[in-house]
């Protein structure tokens, strides 16, 4: 029997109430809300013939990238598949989307939601799941023209207009289009204030054109909307990086401490994502985090073999040379090694463009081998956007190999780097400090006093 949801997409299923409860679970995820993974649970309890509700559960769990979460999304396109006989066609798509991403054909799946976005436009799922699926593959054009491709179709009198313009605001700003992007994401803020993905778009906007005292308010004046949503910890991790290019660090540092490393985050990967990428700039900047990086590495260290999402390796790469683990790192880079060797898949790819070259850069940079870690990266450095994620979290990479130029006094390659960073956001301090320590390095001390006085002005203003 087919009924509809609340933006009358057609659903398989006898019971409207069912139909209605997977509605808000849907509207939860997207929210950042509760648990919508047991809501779901509870609800194929109830309703074990929910085709939706199982192939709702198993997209939201392809999201995880988590080796610990790998049995469950089987089992829910496992019972899914069983009663895909009684599918519609927008149900099949679903089906065969999750299919392929266990399969490891990640892009495949992506076009299976694709197509299910085309036959039904108010498909909030399929769109949720097209667009962060581009996020974790680092396919920056997918990430907007996902959206774009159906945003006429859509209109404030939709349930959950304000989260597709959230996702397009995202998509947006990734490709630099900041005016619209800020546009749409305050846009979608207004309609819905406690919509963390919204306010997450409008703090990227913030991070890549150098507003950092706008971010900083922005982020500040909405805690009460963020906070206590699933979302936080990457949100803290936002507010951590204005302060980081004031210098601010002993705000960083409290950040990480209070609100980064709250127990309740301990073993979620995008928890420890966020960590390691904060501390690792912070060693970039020669700050002594002390013994948090052994913390973060006790975390890591049980994944160093899962070979399931390059983003993830090297960011437990990250602490690992940290805390001088060179038996884990060891494990983690033999693994891929062996991984590459023989599979197939999307991630096999990530990992051998970027992962890998980035992971043993990481290890020459930790041992003081400043030049392989340069020339290890330089060959890859136009490549970055396969590892996946933001461009603010790709971010790093380019930092690391500016920051290695300098340590190996390739002084000229490090300008080159650091004019590079400016010309981009010229108005970070850390990015004229990079300038400065560079021209320092070629002897054209004027050149790097104009630099500092530029770096101290910004901090200033």
């Given at each position: 029997m087919t009924r509809h949801d609340c933006r009358n997409v057609p659903v398989s299923h006898h019971d409207q109430s069912a139909i209605d409860r997977l509605d808000g679970l849907l509207e939860d995820s997207l929210a950042f809300?509760?648990?919508?993974?047991?809501g779901a649970d509870a609800l194929l309890a109830e309703h074990p013939d929910f085709i939706m509700g199982h192939c709702f559960k198993a997209g939201l769990l392809t999201q995880s990238m988590e080796v610990r979460i790998y049995d469950e999304m089987v089992s829910s396109v496992e019972a899914a598949e069983k009663l895909a006989p009684n599918a519609n066609e927008r149900e099949r798509g679903h089906i065969a989307a999750v299919?392929?991403?266990i399969d490891g054909d990640f892009s495949l799946a992506v076009q299976h939601w694709e197509e299910v976005v085309i036959a039904c436009p108010h498909d909030l799922l399929a769109l949720q799941l097209v667009?962060?699926?581009?996020?974790?593959?680092?396919?920056?054009?997918?990430?907007?023209?996902?959206?774009?491709?159906?945003?006429?179709?859509?209109?404030e009198d939709m349930p959950g207009y304000e989260?597709?313009?959230?996702?397009?605001?995202f998509g947006l700003e990734e490709n630099r289009d900041?005016?619209?992007a800020e546009e749409l994401g305050r846009r979608a803020v207004a309609m819905r204030p406690a919509h963390p993905y919204a306010i997450h778009a409008v703090a990227h906007v913030l991070e890549m054109s150098g507003r950092q005292s706008g971010g900083i308010w922005w982020m500040t004046s909405r805690t009460a909307d963020w906070a206590d949503s699933n979302f936080d910890n990457h949100l803290w991790w936002h507010l951590a990086l204005f302060h980081l290019d004031l210098n601010q660090i002993d705000t960083v540092l409290s950040i990480y401490d209070n609100h980064l490393r709250q127990r309740d985050h301990i073993g979620d990967?995008?928890?420890?994502?966020?960590?390691?990428a904060l501390l690792w700039r912070l060693n970039l900047l020669g700050i002594d985090v002390g013994a948090r990086w052994r913390e973060l590495a006790d975390s890591w260290e049980p994944s160093a073999t899962d070979t399931l999402y390059a983003f993830n390796d090297v960011h437990a790469m990250m602490t690992f040379v940290s805390d001088n683990r060179t038996q884990a790192a060891s494990r983690l880079l033999n693994a891929n090694e062996r991984y590459v060797d023989h599979a197939t898949d999307a991630n096999a790819a990530m990992s051998r463009i970027i992962g890998l070259p980035f992971s043993r850069a990481l290890q020459a940079f930790a041992a003081g081998r400043y030049d392989e870690c340069v020339d290890t990266m330089i060959p890859v450095r136009y490549r970055t956007h396969?590892?996946?994620g933001s461009a603010a979290q790709r971010d790093i990479i380019g930092w690391t190999l500016l920051e290695a130029a300098l340590r190996a006094k390739r002084y000229r390659l490090a300008l080159a780097l650091a004019h590079e960073r400016c010309g981009t956001k010229p108005t970070s301090p850390q990015n004229w400090n990079f300038v400065a320590r560079a021209h320092k390095g070629l002897g054209n001390d004027?050149?790097?006093?104009?630099?500092?006085?530029?770096?101290?002005?910004?901090?200033?203003a």
């Open positions: 809300a509760g648990d919508p993974v047991a299919r392929a991403w667009h962060l699926s581009d996020v974790l593959l680092g396919d920056t054009l997918g990430q907007r023209d996902s959206v774009a491709r159906v945003f006429p179709l859509w209109d989260f597709v313009l959230g996702l397009y605001s900041f005016s619209r990967k995008y928890s420890e994502l966020d960590s390691a396969r590892l996946g004027a050149l790097a006093g104009k630099a500092e006085a530029r770096a101290e002005s910004l901090i200033a």
